[in-house]
């Protein structure tokens, strides 16, 4: 079966500081996979998304930047945190026909990091 | 502009009571929409997918109806628990879209 893992958990860095967020999938090939993040109380924001190694779009402009150097590894980066950077960041995957049936797509998600800059 | 309204940041209701979530859209012709549940400092988890060309569908105690017409989603917890308590995300991929865009959520608190 398919899983997803991310990492740290919990994060807290200063302003200035960089970051580096890590998203691995398990038990799938070639996944399209996202980040997102969502601030308190609010809705998901895609920031990024991947159908690839080497491919990233940018959905925001912003201090943040991700890359996928395997198939099955993103990260999302900053050189200099904001304090407008904190939230919970998600990483997901997306599935083809598996959850919703043929020609549909659902998205399975991360635990995600809670990132808190001071 | 295009945009997806849940009902209201926040609902309670009583424990076995119909709990009724709703999700409006605009400008948008979905093929399907998509209902998920997002525990507090979890990921979203998917419940269910119903698509432009069904009115209802249902899983268990979950029943979500699909208006294209009225550009709404209806999502319904019947017998409701506790443990249903948590934010609901509405979710469609707009026809010419590569991506899914998320409702803002709404938080169901069921009280015992």
């Known amino acids: 079966s398919q899983t997803i893992h991310q990492w740290p958990a919990t994060l807290v860095q200063p302003v200035g500081s960089p970051l580096s967020l890590e998203c691995t999938v398990e038990?799938?090939?070639?996944?399209?996979l996202y980040w997102y993040r969502q601030a308190a109380g609010r809705g998901l924001q895609l920031l990024f998304y991947?159908?690839?190694?080497?491919?990233i779009s940018s959905e925001v402009p912003q201090n943040l930047s991700a890359s996928r150097p395997q198939d099955r590894q993103f990260i999302l980066s900053s050189k200099k945190l904001l304090l407008s950077d904190s939230g919970f960041y998600l990483c997901?995957?997306?599935?083809?026909?598996?959850?919703?049936?043929?020609?549909?797509?659902?998205?399975?998600f991360g635990p995600g990091t809670r990132l808190t800059v001071l | 502009s295009q945009k997806i309204e849940q009902n209201s940041e926040a609902l309670n209701i009583q424990e076995g009571k119909t709990a009724t979530l709703t999700c409006n859209y605009t400008?948008?012709?979905?093929?399907?929409l998509q209902w998920y549940r997002q525990d507090p400092g979890r990921g979203p988890v998917f419940l269910l997918l119903?698509?432009?060309?069904?009115k209802e569908k249902r899983k268990e105690r979950l029943k979500v109806t699909f208006d294209t017409t009225l550009k709404q989603s209806l999502f319904h917890i019947t017998a409701s628990q506790p443990a249903d308590s948590a934010t609901y995300l509405c979710?469609?991929?707009?026809?010419?879209?590569?991506?899914?865009?998320f409702g803002s959520g709404t938080q169901l608190t069921v009280l015992p």
């Open positions: 997901a995957w997306r599935s083809l026909g598996l959850a919703g049936g043929v020609g549909t797509d659902t998205q399975y």
């Open positions: 038990g799938t090939s070639n996944p399209n």
């Open positions: 991947s159908v690839g190694i080497g491919q």
């Open positions: 400008n948008y012709s979905p093929a399907y």
């Open positions: 119903i698509r432009e060309n069904e």
């Open positions: 979710a469609l991929r707009p026809g010419s879209a590569r991506q899914l865009t």
